[in-house]
């Protein structure tokens, strides 16, 4: 199993920049994905952005040009860099980890943690 902790959200104004952290604990020699879904009011979970084991990335379409997936390996840790953000980025931002259990991949998500942005 892999346990997941978020940190670094927050309140910023539109056009302001926040990072957002998320450090994997546990069996994480089976992570094969690690990435960002965010959930706004109203409105279903949604990829933001997404980093394979072979450093693959995916970005949800209203996020490419504006955030940044990184990883450090050595600290089991993705970082989220988010500029340019606008007020329809405000959401509860969860970490996923995609973890392979044999034949299978099990989702195991981070609690979430809140950006604000604001007109």
């Known amino acids: 199993q892999v346990q997941l902790v978020e940190s670094g959200g927050g309140l910023v104004q539109a056009g302001g920049s926040l990072r957002l952290s998320c450090a994997a604990s546990g069996s994480v020699e089976s992570i094969r994905t690690m990435g960002w879904y965010r959930q706004s009011p109203g409105k279903q979970r949604e990829l933001v952005a997404e980093?394979?084991?072979?450093?693959?990335?995916i970005y949800g379409d209203s996020v490419k040009g504006r955030f940044t997936i990184s990883r450090d390996n050595g600290k089991n840790t993705v970082y989220l860099q988010m500029n340019s953000l606008k007020p329809e980025d405000t959401g509860v931002y969860y970490c996923?980890?995609?973890?392979?259990?044999?034949?299978?991949?099990?989702?195991?998500w981070g609690q979430g943690t809140q950006v604000t942005v604001s007109s």
């Open positions: 980093i394979y084991r072979d450093s693959t990335i």
């Open positions: 996923k980890t995609g973890w392979e259990c044999g034949h299978e991949v099990r989702d195991y």
